[in-house]
C-alpha cells in the first residue's frame, strides 16, 4: 500500500468519521502494548483492523449488571469508544444494539450460521445452574443453554469481568442460584466434550481494564492466537502479577508507613493501604501499572481506598473488605539483613606489626637461652671447685 | 626482715629505657586520642567480641604473669621453704607493677570510667558477679603489693636524714608494718587464690561462646594452677635476665628446686585438663584438626615440653634450659588464657577481632613502662640480692628488723 | 624415689582424681530456679504471621529515640542496619533456605527469666525489674561489658564511636509501659504477628497455636525453657527449626546457673575466704617466727 492509498480504505472510512489515524494508530499501540505485543506489531495490527480484518464478536450477556460493557465505553475520549466499536466487529450485544426482540435473535442466529467456529464469544455476567437454570432467561432461553449453544460454535470464548470468570457477586454466599463462572460451567463433566479444547480465556475484575480484552481480541484478530494464559485461564500479560508488585504506593508499605484510619494523616500523605484491607498483596491484576478511563490514580487505591480483590473468587465479597490478608508469593528482597551478617574484616597491617613483635620477641628469648646455655659450663666449674 | 639486697646503682638512662619512654610516649598519645574520641577508632573491640587484648592480654595474661609475688610467698611463708627470700623483693616489685599496670589497662578500658568509684560501694555489688570479685580483689591486692615491697622504700627513705618529714613518715609506716605485716602476707596469698581462679571463673558463663575445648567447670582450676606456673616461671625468667644484665652471678641452685616444683603443677595442670575433656567425651574434638585442635595442641606441647626438659636434675641445672623452660611455660599458660578469652571464643558467624596497631601500641607501652619502673627502682632501692652463698642458700636465718 | 619424680606422680595423681570425681556440679551450692515475677509481661512473635513490613523498626527508632543508622557498611541502604546495634535496638532478618523458603525473625533482647547479663554485672547496672524487663542504669554502668560476652544472643550492644558510650538494648518500651501503653514495635505491627500480654497468657496462646494448626508450625515455642525460659517467646514456621533462625540452643538450665552455683559453693557468706584467711594467717605467723628464730628453711 502506497503512501496516500490508505486514505481510501480503512482508514479513510475512519477519518471520514472523524477519527485521526494519529488516534487511531495511538489506540493500537496501547493495546498492543497492554497486551505485551512489541512496537513493530502496531503497524501489523492497524493494517489487520481496516484491512477488514475485524473479528466477529457475540457478546452474551447472563447474570451481570453490564458494567464490563461500561468499562468498555467509559474512556476519556470519546472517540476510542468508537474505536474500539470499530476495531471489532460487534455483532450482537444487547445493549448496544438498536435493534429488540425478534429481529435481535435472528441476527444472532444469523452470525452464529455465517461465522461459525471463527467468531469471537465474549460471554459476560455468571450463569445460574440451580433448578435447572431458571433463574436467567434470555429470549425465553437459560443461561446454561445459550451459553452451550454459542459457546461452544465459537472460534475463542472469552470470559468478561469477574461474574464470567468465577461467578462474582451472584456466586456470593449463600449463592441461591448456583451461579458459577463460564469456564466451571463450559468445563464440568456434561459439557466438557463439547468444548474441544477450545480455550477459554477468562478476564476477572469488577470491571476489568477494557484494555484487557481489547489486547486479547487485537492479538486474535492479527494472529490468530490467544495471549499466554496461567492455570485460570487467565492472560499472564495482565494477571501475572499482584496489585503489591507494582503498586505505586509500595515505598510506604515498605518503610513501614500506614494509614490507620480513612482521614488520618497517613490518609492525607497517601501512605499505604495495607492495614485498611487492601487486598492488592493477593489480588492479581494490572490496575496498579494500567488505571482506568486513561487517567493515571484512576483506581481504588490512587483515590484512596483499598483495593478489594475484584479478580479474586477467594477474596472479593468473601473476605470483608478490611481485613488484611496474607502476601501471594512473598520475596522478601535482599536488603534484609540475614540471620548471621557478615560484620566486617582485619587490618592486614595490624597482622603484620603483630607478627613482627611476636617474631622479635621469640627471637631474643632464643637469642637469650643461648648466651646463658653457653655460661652454663664456667657455672658449673665454679660451683664444681667450691664443692670440694 | 632484710635480706642481703642492695640498689644496683648506676645511670637511668640508658639506652634501654629511652627506647621503652619512646614506646611509652606514643602508648600516651594513643590513649588521649582513645579518651577523645571512644574505643571504637581507637581498636578493633566490637559488639562481637567486646574484649580484645586490653583485658586478654594486659590483665589476664599480664596479672597471671605478675604472679611472681604469689608464687614465691606461698613457698616461703606457707611452705617455709625460708631459701627463697632472695627472690622475694624482685618478684613482688614486679607483680606490684604488673598488677598496677592491669589496674591501668582496666581503666582504659572501661567505656564509662568515671563511675568506676560505684564498684567498691557495698550497697552496689551484685554478688553474683564474677568479675566484681575480680575487680574488689585485684584493687585491694594492688594495695597489698606496695605494702609488701614497701620494707625496700622505707629501708631508704629511714635514713634520709636530709629530708626529716620523709624520714620520720617512713620510720612511722615502719613499725606499723612490723605491726602487720603478717596479715598483709596472708592476704598476698588469699587474694590472688581468689582471684586468679575468678579469672577463670569468668568464662563459665559463656557455654555456649566458649568453644567445649576450653569451656569446663574446671575453669577456675585451671586458671589458678596456671597462675601459679606463670608466677614462677616469670621469677625465674626476671631474675635470669636481672642476673645477665647487671651482670651477677646465678641463682642456679634455688632457681633449679624451684623447677622441680614446677613439674609437679605442669602435670597437675595436664592432667586435669585431659582427663577433664576424656571423661566428657570432648576428645574427639582435637581429632578434627581444625584450628582450634591445632591450638590445643600447640597448649598441650608448650605445657608438656617444659615439664619433660626439667624432669632431669642436670638439665634443672643448666640455665639456658632452665630459661628455655620458664619461657615455654610463660607462654604456655599465656596461650591457654588467650585461646580461652580470645580464639576460643565464639559469639557467632559473622564476628572477627584482630587488635589495631594503636591497640597494640597501648599494650606494647604499658609493658615498656613497666620496665622503665622496674629498671627504675631496681637501681635505686635495696631489690636484687647481693652476693651469694656458694650454695646459693641464704648466708644468715633474716634479721629481726628495728 | 628422687623427689621430682614423686612429686610429679603427685601432681599427676591428684589431678586425675579431680578431675574424675571431683564433678564441680557436687560442690556446687544448690540453686533454686528463678520463676517469673507474677506481673511478668513479655511478647509472642509468631514469624508465619510476619511479613517483613518491618514497621516494626521503624517504630522502635521513632519511641526509643534512636537515630537512623547510616553506616552503609559494604555497600548496604541508607538506614539499613545489618543486625542489632548502637541505633538498632529490634531488627527483622530475613532466612532463606536452600529450599527456597523463606521465613521473617524478629530479633529483640529476649527477657530472659534468668538472664545472664543481669548475673554478670557488677554493680547491676542491667537488672531485671518491674515486670520482669531486663532494664538498664547507665548511671551505674562502668562499661566493662561483661554483658556483651555473657549474653548468649548477643543483644546488648555498645556505643563504640563515642567518647561517653553506653549499652544499647531494647527494654520492652517500658517508658511507655509506665504510662499505661504497650510496646513501639507491637503497636506498630499490621498483622499482630508480635503481641504483648502477660507472659502466661502469651505462653498459653503460642501452645494453643501449635495444638490448633499443628501443620502450619514448628512443634515448640521457644522460650518456653530455653535456657531457664524468655519473656519473649517465638513461633517458627513448620520445618524451619529455631537455629536457622539464630536462636541457639540453651536446653532447659538457666544460663547463669552453672557459674553461680560454682562461685556460691565457695563464696557462700564469705566463710571460705575468711577460714583460708585465718589458716593462712596462722601459717604465716608461724613460718615468720620460725625463720626470725634462726630456724631457717631448709632442705
Not at chain 1, 227 to 232: G, H, K, R
Not at chain 1, 279 to 289: D, E, F, I
Not at chain 3, 99 to 116: I, L, N
Not at chain 3, 157 to 168: N, S
Amino acid at each position: 500500500m502506497g503512501p496516500g492509498e490508505g486514505r481510501r480504505t480503512g482508514f479513510g472510512s475512519l477519518e471520514a468519521r472523524g477519527v485521526s489515524r494519529r488516534e487511531f494508530l495511538r489506540t493500537c499501540a496501547i493495546a498492543a502494548a497492554a497486551v505485551g505485543l512489541p512496537g513493530w506489531t502496531v503497524g501489523e495490527i492497524a493494517e489487520a483492523a481496516v484491512a477488514g480484518g475485524r473479528p466477529p464478536v457475540i457478546w452474551l450477556h447472563f447474570q451481570e449488571c453490564t458494567g464490563c460493557s461500561e468499562t468498555l465505553l467509559r474512556a476519556s475520549h470519546p472517540a476510542v469508544s468508537d474505536l474500539i466499536l470499530d476495531l471489532i466487529s460487534l455483532d450482537y450485544h444487547e445493549t448496544l444494539f438498536a435493534a429488540a426482540g425478534k429481529q435481535a435473535e435472528e441476527a444472532l442466529h444469523a452470525v452464529v450460521r455465517k461465522n461459525t467456529g471463527k467468531y469471537i464469544c465474549v460471554m459476560e455476567g455468571a450463569i445460574p445452574t440451580r433448578d435447572n437454570g431458571i433463574y436467567c432467561k434470555v429470549a425465553g432461553r437459560t443461561a446454561t443453554d445459550l451459553a452451550k449453544e454459542i459457546g461452544l460454535k465459537a472460534g475463542a470464548i472469552i470470559a468478561i469481568g469477574s461474574c464470567a470468570a468465577w461467578g462474582g457477586i451472584p456466586s456470593a454466599d449463600p449463592n441461591p442460584t448456583g451461579a458459577m463462572g463460564v469456564p466451571q460451567f463450559l468445563k464440568n463433566a456434561d459439557n466438557a466434550p463439547y468444548l474441544k479444547g477450545k480455550a477459554i480465556v477468562s478476564l476477572p475484575g469488577c470491571p476489568p481494564n477494557p484494555y484487557n480484552l481489547l489486547g486479547t481480541v487485537l492479538q486474535y484478530a492479527t494472529y490468530g492466537t490467544l495471549p499466554a494464559l496461567d492455570s485460570l485461564g487467565r492472560p499472564t500479560f495482565a494477571y501475572a502479577r499482584t496489585i503489591h508488585e507494582d503498586c505505586p504506593r509500595r515505598p510506604h508499605f515498605d518503610a513501614g508507613r500506614f494509614v490507620e484510619r480513612f482521614g488520618d494523616e497517613g490518609h492525607r500523605h497517601g501512605y499505604c493501604l495495607y492495614k485498611t484491607g487492601c487486598k492488592g498483596p493477593r489480588t492479581h491484576a494490572p490496575c496498579s501499572l494500567q488505571q482506568f478511563g486513561e487517567v493515571v490514580g484512576a483506581w481504588p487505591v490512587g483515590i484512596g481506598h483499598p483495593c478489594f480483590g475484584c479478580t479474586e473468587q477467594a477474596l472479593a465479597f468473601r473476605v470483608p473488605l478490611h481485613t488484611t490478608v496474607e502476601i501471594d508469593r512473598p520475596t522478601p528482597p535482599d536488603t534484609y539483613p540475614p540471620i548471621h551478617a557478615d560484620h566486617g574484616g582485619v587490618s592486614t597491617a595490624a597482622v603484620g606489626v603483630a607478627g613482627l613483635t611476636v617474631g622479635a620477641l621469640i627471637g631474643a628469648g632464643a637469642m637469650a637461652a643461648k648466651k646463658l646455655g653457653a655460661s652454663k659450663g664456667e657455672g658449673k666449674e665454679e660451683s664444681d671447685k667450691e664443692a670440694k | 626482715m632484710s635480706h642481703n639486697a642492695a640498689a644496683v646503682g648506676g645511670p637511668i638512662l640508658t639506652r634501654t629505657f629511652k627506647v621503652c619512654l619512646a614506646v611509652f610516649a606514643m602508648c600516651i598519645l594513643v590513649l588521649a586520642w582513645r579518651f577523645v574520641v571512644g574505643l571504637g577508632p581507637t581498636t578493633g573491640m566490637n559488639d562481637g567480641f567486646p574484649w580484645g587484648i586490653w583485658i586478654a592480654f594486659d590483665v589476664v595474661i599480664g596479672t597471671a604473669l605478675a604472679c611472681g609475688g604469689f608464687s614465691i610467698a606461698i613457698l616461703c611463708y606457707a611452705f617455709n621453704e625460708g631459701k627463697y627470700h632472695a627472690l622475694i623483693r624482685p618478684a613482688v616489685l614486679t607483680s606490684a607493677l604488673g598488677y598496677t599496670l592491669a589496674g591501668a589497662s582496666v581503666i582504659v578500658d572501661l567505656g564509662r570510667y568515671w563511675n568506676v568509684w560505684k564498684i567498691p560501694l557495698l550497697w552496689n555489688w551484685n554478688r553474683n558477679s564474677v568479675l566484681l570479685e575480680v575487680a574488689i580483689c585485684i584493687m585491694t591486692y594492688v594495695f597489698v603489693l606496695w605494702i609488701e615491697l614497701s620494707p625496700a622504700f622505707i629501708e631508704v627513705w629511714e635514713k634520709q636524714e636530709k629530708f626529716p618529714l620523709l624520714c620520720r613518715a617512713a620510720r612511722r609506716v615502719h613499725r606499723w608494718l612490723n605491726r602487720y605485716l603478717i596479715a598483709i602476707l596472708a592476704l598476698g596469698i588469699l587474694l590472688p587464690t581468689m582471684h586468679q581462679s575468678s579469672l577463670g571463673s569468668l568464662m563459665l558463663i559463656m557455654t555456649t561462646k566458649l568453644h567445649k575445648l576450653w569451656h569446663t567447670p574446671f575453669l577456675p582450676v585451671l586458671f589458678l594452677s596456671s597462675a601459679i606456673l606463670m608466677g614462677y616461671a616469670a621469677v625465674i625468667f626476671e631474675s635470669a635476665l636481672a642476673d645477665e644484665v647487671f651482670d651477677r652471678p646465678r641463682e642456679t641452685k634455688i632457681l633449679a628446686s624451684l623447677s622441680g616444683i614446677m613439674v609437679a603443677v605442669l602435670f597437675f595442670f595436664l592432667g586435669v585438663r585431659l582427663v577433664d575433656l576424656a571423661l566428657r567425651g570432648r576428645l574427639g574434638l582435637v581429632a578434627r584438626l581444625d584450628f582450634y585442635s591445632w591450638m590445643f595442641l600447640l597448649e598441650m606441647a608448650l605445657f608438656l615440653a617444659p615439664a619433660l626438659l626439667l624432669l632431669s636434675r642436670e638439665r634443672r641445672n643448666n640455665p639456658g634450659i632452665e630459661l628455655i623452660s620458664a619461657i615455654l611455660m610463660m607462654l604456655a599458660g599465656s596461650l591457654y588464657r588467650f585461646d580461652t578469652f580470645l580464639v576460643g571464643f565464639r559469639p557467632g558467624p559473622g564476628w572477627s577481632y584482630f587488635p589495631t596497631i594503636p591497640e597494640m601500641t597501648v599494650t606494647i607501652g604499658f609493658v615498656a613502662f613497666e620496665v622503665m619502673v622496674y629498671l627504675f627502682i631496681v637501681k635505686q632501692f635495696p631489690i636484687l640480692h647481693t652476693g651469694v652463698s656458694p650454695h646459693g642458700l641464704e648466708a644468715a636465718a633474716p634479721k629481726p628488723s628495728g | 624415689m628422687s623427689p621430682t619424680r614423686r612429686s610429679v606422680l603427685k601432681g599427676i595423681a591428684s589431678a586425675a582424681t579431680l578431675a574424675a570425681t571431683g564433678d564441680p556440679n557436687a560442690f556446687a551450692a544448690p540453686r533454686p530456679r528463678k520463676t517469673p515475677p507474677a506481673d511478668a509481661v513479655g511478647l509472642l512473635y509468631d514469624a508465619t504471621r510476619c511479613i517483613g513490613c518491618q514497621a516494626c523498626v521503624v517504630k522502635c527508632k521513632e519511641a526509643n529515640g534512636l537515630p537512623p543508622d547510616t553506616g552503609t557498611p559494604r555497600g548496604a541502604m541508607y538506614d539499613a542496619p545489618d543486625d542489632l546495634n548502637a541505633k538498632t535496638k529490634n531488627i527483622i532478618k530475613l532466612y532463606k533456605g536452600e529450599d527456597g523458603r523463606t521465613s521473617f525473625m524478629k530479633t529483640q533482647c529476649m527477657h530472659c527469666v534468668d538472664p545472664a547479663c543481669a548475673s554478670v554485672c557488677m554493680i547491676s547496672a542491667l537488672y531485671k525489674g518491674p515486670r520482669g524487663i531486663v532494664a538498664y542504669d547507665p548511671g551505674k554502668c562502668v562499661g566493662c561489658r561483661y554483658c556483651q560476652t555473657a549474653c548468649p544472643f548477643n543483644v546488648p550492644k555498645y556505643e563504640w564511636e563515642t567518647a561517653f558510650p553506653k549499652i544499647v538494648k531494647c527494654e520492652l518500651c517500658r517508658h511507655l509501659l509506665d504510662k499505661g501503653g504497650i510496646p513501639a514495635c507491637v503497636a506498630a505491627c499490621p498483622r499482630e504477628a508480635v503481641i504483648f500480654g502477660g507472659l502466661e497468657t502469651l505462653r498459653a496462646d503460642a501452645k494453643g497455636r501449635i495444638a490448633r494448626e499443628p501443620k502450619r508450625y514448628f512443634p515448640k515455642v521457644y522460650g518456653d525453657t530455653d535456657g531457664g525460659g524468655t519473656q519473649v517467646l517465638y513461633l517458627s514456621a513448620a520445618g524451619i527449626p529455631f537455629g536457622k533462625l539464630g536462636l541457639p540452643d540453651l536446653g532447659d538450665d538457666p544460663v547463669p546457673e552453672l557459674t553461680e552455683s560454682l562461685t556460691h559453693a565457695v563464696y557462700q557468706g564469705f566463710i571460705a575466704p575468711v577460714a583460708l584467711y585465718s589458716i593462712l594467717g596462722f601459717v604465716v605467723y608461724r613460718s615468720w617466727r620460725r625463720q626470725r628464730l634462726g630456724k631457717g628453711g631448709e632442705e
